[in-house]
Nanobody
Framework: QVQLVESGGGLVQPGGSLRLSCKASGINFSIYRMNWYRQAPGKQRELVATTASAGRVNLVDSVKGRFTVSRDNAKNTAYLQMNNLKSEDTAVYYC?????????WGQGTQVTVSS
């Protein structure tokens, strides 16, 4: 059974930091591209960051310079380090494991940026 379990969300003040983790089980993690999406209330889900199986990363412009995406294939875990958080980063964050034949989603973790 495939599971993606996100953790690390919470309430943080503007300018603060959070580190999200996505622990995968039931898949050969190293061959999957790992994506981080977010969905704010009333908005469409958007792709925030990607780390390819070989380690290449990509970030949406709105988070470049503030967020870092990484993965540890030995731990079957992907990470999203979020610094200098802004109110507009408030959303439910989801991890997604994808390759040419399958796609799996985590349950999401809430990130709220508020003073």
């Amino acid at each position: 059974q495939v599971q993606l379990v996100e953790s690390g969300g919470g309430l943080v003040q503007p300018g603060g930091s959070l580190r999200l983790s996505c622990k995968a089980s039931g898949i050969n993690f190293s061959i999957y591209r790992m994506n981080w999406y977010r969905q704010a209330p009333g908005k469409q889900r958007e792709l925030v960051a990607t780390t390819a199986s070989a380690g290449r990363v990509n970030l949406v412009d709105s988070v470049k310079g503030r967020f870092t995406v990484s993965r540890d294939n030995a731990k079957n875990t992907a990470y999203l380090q979020m610094n200098n958080l802004k109110s507009e980063d408030t959303a439910v964050y989801y991890c997604n494991a994808v390759n040419s034949v399958s796609s799996y989603w985590g349950q999401g973790t809430q990130v709220t940026v508020s003073s």
